[in-house]
């Protein structure tokens, strides 16, 4: 089937969820964590219904469940497709103008609201591959949100697709919308009861034909020091300063490996991310990262040595040192299920493209989803120069994601009993 013709409608769609501000907010305590998600999420819950979607619920939380039914006869198993309405708190969500650059030949791309923003590609050399593409940038003083708007947009266009071709066969698929995923929060509230899919695929990746089924294994560690407090003009032999202990736990990290700025590929990191205090008391927030789940708690031993090695010259202070589990290398569990990932290898190749298998230097709501009964890997929508002013997205590689979901659709039900 040739799906050019909803190119038009793709585009549109896109623009549409791009304008729409959802930026998640750490620093808040709901769920979602800010309301303007449900704006998104109430828009996407009218289409899904006037498209003729089943079940679609959108819960308090933020997330918004819908089902197209099975349309073959034979046991197929129920797969989820899942992307996240939030955007990045790293630039401006806040009057987001979606600008198509149709035709795009290879030049600079200065942006109308701010020419000192320029998408290049002496920066993004996948513009080289862009040639006669339409190319969706925002306007110079937000960032776009094709992270992961583009997703949604794909989900979308999917689901549409398949309702106005029933002659597309494949098994019942549940979509899955979720908030606050930029805030590391994506799934924290997702029923998976009432989801009831056996396996799923996130849609939040970058360039066409990228497949994502590894990430790090995640902790973090907070670090909190008692120091001893005393006047400073009478602390000879007595003061024992929090600040100077932490700082001195900081200055004794590793500065040539172990650190996020001289590690790539699957290399792990020990990685301070906030420290704060006064003269009693400090507190130091670390993400520690591996590919390997075994790595991390010789990571944390090793930061724990500091911390005590750093203490011996503080013999009236104390520390406590506390491990929180973040997320866990999806492909611990994507490898009991290798159809997951084969399939979606086959999809991509019948759009057409070359698989490109990617670990992740860092995690996705997939990551979750795994370890919560999901195997879930990680398919590219298209996306470039996320979380920043000069964000942008091929139209073609978006109807690139669409094409191989639509196969993935289809090889499910294909390759069922």
């Keep these: 089937m040739d799906i050019a013709k909803y190119q038009d409608q793709l585009e549109n769609r896109f623009k549409r969820y791009a304008s729409i501000d959802t930026q998640s907010d750490a620093s808040s305590e709901t769920t979602p964590s800010t309301k303007k998600q449900f704006d998104l999420l109430h828009l996407l819950e009218g289409e899904l219904k006037e498209m003729g979607a089943q079940e679609v619920t959108l819960d308090e939380n933020g997330y918004l469940y819908a089902t197209l039914p099975s349309n073959v006869n034979k046991d197929v198993p129920v797969i989820c497709f899942c992307s996240h309405v939030d955007t990045a708190p790293d630039a401006s969500g806040t009057g987001v103008k979606p600008i198509t650059h149709k035709n795009y030949q290879g030049q600079d791309l200065p942006l ?29 003083k937000t960032l776009l949100g094709s992270d992961d708007k583009s997703g949604v947009a794909s989900i979308m266009q999917m689901a549409q697709v398949l309702i106005d071709h029933p002659e597309i066969p494949h098994g019942k698929i549940r979509i899955l919308f979720t908030p606050d995923e930029e805030i590391g929060r994506g799934v924290d509230k997702v029923n998976m009861e009432f989801l009831n899919a056996q396996f799923g695929y996130t849609l939040d990746g970058g360039a066409p034909g990228s497949l994502e089924d590894e990430t790090f294994s995640a902790d973090a560690v907070v670090i909190n020091i008692k120091g001893v407090s005393i006047h400073p003009g009478y602390a000879k032999g007595q003061m024992e300063n929090a600040i100077k202990i932490a700082s001195s736990i900081v200055d004794r990290l590793p500065s040539h490996t172990l650190c996020p700025e001289a590690t790539e590929g699957k290399e792990g990191f020990i990685h301070p991310t906030s420290i704060s205090g006064e003269l009693g008391q400090s507190k130091l927030e670390f993400i520690i990262r591996s590919f390997e789940t075994p790595k991390l708690k010789e990571y944390e031993t090793l930061l724990e040595d500091i911390v005590r090695t750093v203490l011996v010259d503080y013999p009236n202070s104390t520390y406590t040192f506390e491990v929180i589990e973040q997320y866990r290398n999806m492909k611990e569990v994507l490898d009991q299920y290798p159809q997951v990932t084969s399939y979606a290898e086959e999809a991509i190749r019948r759009a057409g493209l070359t698989v490109t298998k990617e670990a992740i230097r860092g995690g996705t709501d997939g990551s979750r989803l795994s370890f919560m009964g999901l195997p879930c890997p990680n398919i590219f929508a298209g996306m470039q120069g996320i979380h920043s002013k000069r964000e942008w997205v091929s139209l073609q590689d978006m109807m690139k994601a669409v094409e191989t979901i639509l196969h993935l659709c289809q090889i499910w039900a294909e390759k069922s009993a």
């Design 112 to 140: 109308p609201d701010d020419p000192s923003v320029i998408i290049s590609p002496n920066d993004f050399p996948h513009l080289n591959n862009c040639i006669g593409h339409d190319i969706i940038s925002a306007s110079g």
